[in-house]
């Protein structure tokens, strides 16, 4: 177990905390990858022989942070390396390639709290992770109506009466109408 320790701390953290059954699964996914990189050499270039290990692992981390969340979160630095990552016809070496896969997977799967590195605001992992799932905006789940019950889009159908104004010799409605 000594390639990818880091990559290999943020999946497991991924297979134990995830919300979902299929983001654990794909955390097991990303585990087993893991496993088979174990005969990569850690220093210096990789050999050709690795490339497609290693494109498998980048792939199966791809998975488990999930398209979506990347492109959501491509103004993080730590998504766009990994994103650039996917590009690259010849792999970075062990070391890096962990430290990028394991940033992304922190940005991603990281608790609520405070800003990674000490930084002052959200990241990636503390608003989008609700937005992406449900394909809804984060900034939707600030807004409320006017009554302050229903998100924007799920507003409650008015009545009747409401809409309808008042006649002659008919009482106001509580809208005031």
């Known amino acids: 177990m000594g390639t990818f320790p880091q990559t290999r701390a943020a999946a497991g953290y991924s297979a134990r905390h995830a919300r979902g059954e299929l983001a654990r699964g794909r955390a097991a996914v990303l585990l087993a990858g893991l496993d088979a990189c174990e005969d990569v050499p850690a220093g210096g270039d990789v050999p050709a022989v690795f490339h497609g290990v290693l494109r498998d692992l980048v792939l199966a981390a791809r998975d488990l942070a999930g398209p979506a969340w990347l492109a959501a979160a491509s103004d993080d630095p730590d998504s766009a390396a990994f994103t650039a990552l996917q590009a690259t016809p010849v792999p970075p070496s062990p070391a890096e390639l962990d430290e990028i896969i394991s940033r992304v997977l922190r940005a991603r799967f990281a608790p609520p709290g405070p800003a990674r590195d000490g930084g002052g605001g959200p ?36 009545t009747a009466l409401q809409e309808r104004p008042a006649g002659p010799g008919e009482p106001a409605t509580a809208s005031g109408t």
Request: net charge positive; aromatic share 2%.
């Open 123 to 158: 990241g990636p992992a503390t608003g989008h992770d609700i937005a992406v799932r449900s394909h809804v905006s984060a900034a939707s789940y600030s807004q409320r109506s006017p009554a302050g019950d229903q998100p924007p889009g799920r507003r409650a159908k008015t």
